[in-house]
Structures are given as C-alpha cells and as structure tokens.
T-cell receptor
Framework: AQSVTQLDSQVPVFEEAPVELRCNYS??????LFWYVQYPNQGLQLLLK??????LVKGINGFEAEFNKSQTSFHLRKPSVHISDTAEYFC??????????????FGQGTILTVHP | DTGVSQDPRHKITKRGQNVTFRCDPI?????LYWYRQTLGQGPEFLTY????????KSRLLSDRFSAERPKGSFSTLEIQRTEQGDSAMYLC?????????????FGEGSRLTVL
C-alpha cells in the first residue's frame, strides 16, 4: 500500500523568497507522482507530474519538483514566490504502470502563505 | 471545456437524513472519480467509474453510500442515514479518455455538514 507524507503542514514565507515543500512517499512498486494546488474556494488543479524519465519536472507558475528514488522524495520548489502562490499544496501518488487509473493517494497538504 | 461542476456546493442536514450530490464531468471525459476530504487531511479515494461501470470502491465507502453513473455522463453520490462522521467535502474529478495517469480535473466540491 502506498502512503504519502508531507512534512510541513504550514509554510510561511516572504514574497520573492525561495520555497521548498517537502513530500515523501512509500511504495513497493513504481509510482507516478503529482503535485496539486488548491486556491481558496477553487478545486484542486494539477501543478506538475512525474511519470518517468528526467527526475526534474517543471510545472505551471514557475514551480518544479525533483524525483529522488533513493530518498523516496518528491519535493516541490520555486525560486521566488508571489503573493498569488498562497494556497494549499497536495502531493499525491498513483501506482505506476497505468493500472490504478486515477486512484491517487494524497498527502495531508501544506498551506503555503506568502507574506508581503 | 466548462470544467467539472458539482451540486449543491453546500449541504447542511440533520443526522439520519439522506443526501445526494451530483457531479457533471468534463464532457469528453469517460472516467469519473469521487473523493472525500476531511478538515486538515488530503482527499481520500472513494470510487471510480469508467463510462457507466463502477470499477472500484474503497473500503471507506460503507453500505450507506451509493454512487451511480447511469448513462456514463453525470454521477450521483447518495449517503443514507447520515452520521456526523460523514461531514466532509466530497470531491468529484474526471479524466481524459486516453489518460493512463492520475491527471485529474477536480470540481470545487460539495461540502456536507451533518448536525
């Protein structure tokens, strides 16, 4: 069974500072990994995904994440945040090989608050 | 692409009552999912449809829960004899016909409060 752990429930940061949101996963099989973002009063939307290939993946709004198989991590980073990045971020995993068809295991979420 | 829509957005009910939520997926998506999200937690998978067939159900989905997708378009999630522990946000998502991954498009959710 998979599990996803987001190591920080809240991350406060000042505008234009870099940020890293940490995510670790546990799985006995290969996985697909995702970061979703939820802005206030909106549905979750996909930020980026890792399926295979390059371990550094780039997403929307300047975010990127690095897949580290040895550390079973998939941390999300942005070099310079904006006020508009304030939202809740969810890391998620799906069993690889295309067999789980959208059955995602989510982490608990990290609330990113960007202060002016 | 009008997005995934859910109705109602908010529902307050008394314990023991039945409630029904509706989800309209993106029109060309043949897969539809229901998730539940409680306060301070990430979404948890409940069930999944491919067209009208319900292919998987989580153990979280007790006998009081039933989901349908009769014509392979919209879906309903009914909760019978609601309990206070059912209070949560119920999320619907859909995915592209040819997608083999968890790239889901979520609705804004239906928030249930059971008094």
């Amino acid at each position: 069974a998979q599990s996803v752990t987001q190591l920080d429930s809240q991350v406060p940061v000042f505008e234009e500072a870099p940020v890293e949101l940490r995510c670790n996963y546990s799985s006995s099989v290969s996985v697909y990994l995702f970061w979703y973002v939820q802005y206030p009063n909106q549905g979750l939307q996909l930020l980026l995904k890792y399926l295979s290939g390059s371990t550094l993946v780039k997403g929307i709004n300047g975010f990127e994440a690095e897949f580290n198989k040895s550390q079973t991590s998939f941390h999300l980073r942005k070099p310079s945040v904006h006020i508009s990045d304030t939202a809740e971020y969810f890391c998620a995993a799906e069993g690889g090989g295309g067999t789980s068809y959208g059955k995602l295991t989510f982490g608990q979420g990290t609330i990113l608050t960007v202060h002016p | 692409d009008t997005g995934v829509s859910q109705d109602p957005r908010h529902k307050i009910t008394k314990r023991g009552q039945n409630v029904t939520f509706r989800c309209d997926p993106i029109s060309e998506h043949n897969r539809l999912y229901w998730y539940r999200q409680t306060l301070g937690q990430g979404p948890e998978f409940l069930t999944y449809f491919q067209n009208e067939a319900q292919l998987e159900k989580s153990r979280l989905l007790s006998d009081r829960f039933s989901a349908e997708r009769p014509k392979g378009s919209f879906s309903t999630l009914e909760i019978q004899r609601t309990e206070q522990g059912d209070s949560a946000m119920y999320l619907c998502a859909s995915s592209r016909r040819d997608s083999l991954t968890g790239e889901l498009f979520f609705g804004e959710g239906s928030r249930l409060t059971v008094l």
